[in-house]
C-alpha cells in the first residue's frame, strides 16, 4: 500500500505561482512513476505531469513551459510548480503513484480567477 497526501492548493490571481506537495508513505519502492492529474468540474481527470523513476518527465501540453515537476527521493516528496496560473487551470489536482496499483491522493483545489 502507498498512502498519498496532497498540500499547497488555494485560491490565485491569474499570472500568479501556486506549489502543490505530495507526501509518499508506506511501499515507496513499487511505484515506478508519480504523477499529478486534474479534474475540473464536469470534465474527466487529465495528466498534467508525470515523472518516472529512471528520470523521464511527461507534460500535458497546455502547461509545458509554466508548469515542472519534481521529486525529493529522500523525502518522499513529488512537487508541482505552477507558474503563470491561467483561470482554466482550475481543477482539483490528485497525486498519483503507478505500480501494479494506482494510489491516488485525496485532492487539493486550485482556484485561479481573472
Known amino acids: 500500500q502507498v498512502q498519498l497526501v496532497e498540500s499547497g492548493g488555494g485560491s490565485v490571481q491569474s499570472g500568479e505561482s501556486l506549489r502543490l506537495s505530495c507526501k509518499a508513505s508506506?511501499?515507496?519502492?513499487?511505484?515506478?512513476?508519480w504523477g499529478w492529474y486534474r479534474q475540473a468540474p464536469g470534465r474527466q481527470r487529465e495528466l498534467v505531469a508525470s515523472?518516472?523513476?529512471?528520470?523521464?518527465?511527461n507534460y500535458a501540453d497546455s502547461v509545458k513551459g509554466r508548469f515542472t515537476i519534481s521529486r525529493d527521493s529522500g523525502q518522499n516528496i513529488i512537487d508541482l510548480q505552477m507558474n503563470n496560473l491561467k483561470p482554466e487551470d482550475t481543477a482539483v489536482y490528485y497525486c498519483?503513484?503507478?505500480?501494479?496499483?494506482?494510489?491516488w491522493g485525496q485532492g487539493t483545489q486550485v482556484t485561479v480567477s481573472s
Open positions: 508506506g511501499n515507496i519502492p513499487s511505484v515506478y512513476e
Open positions: 515523472i518516472h523513476t529512471r528520470g523521464d518527465l
Open positions: 498519483h503513484g503507478q505500480s501494479i496499483y494506482d494510489y
